[in-house]
């Protein structure tokens, strides 16, 4: 993986900071993580379960796209690739990602990662 969005990691990276208060009591985090190509031109839909959906009332859920490509030939441009919806779905049990590769033809496909990610506060009540 060469190239990551920085934009999506830094997002995860303050979610998990904002629930520091619950990290710092003893908390439990667990992620999810499904990743697909999207080839240029292409629309994808992406569903990734959190760990533990809906098993505790005062658990956070948080949800990170990440963007990357590897490989010859010529290179996508990121600034191309536009997250058109990034929710919960499913009453909240998923975390549902569409995305579209907007590069010309003949590009690479881009490398779309996304992570589902639950925090439950210890103990479980």
Known sequence: MRRVGVIAAAALVLALAGAGAALAAGS??????????VRAGA??????P???ALKYGNALY????ALSWSGGGPSPDLAEVRILEAHSVEGGSL???RVRNANAAGSLAVRVT??????EPLPHS
């Open 114 to 119: 996304v992570t589902a990610t639950t925090v």
């Open 28 to 37: 439990l985090v667990k992620h999810a993580t499904r990743t697909v190509a």
């Open 50 to 52: 959190f760990p533990d």
């Open 62 to 65: 948080l949800g990170a796209v």
């Open 43 to 48: 629309v994808r839909t992406l569903r990734v």
């Open 95 to 97: 975390y549902e990602v």
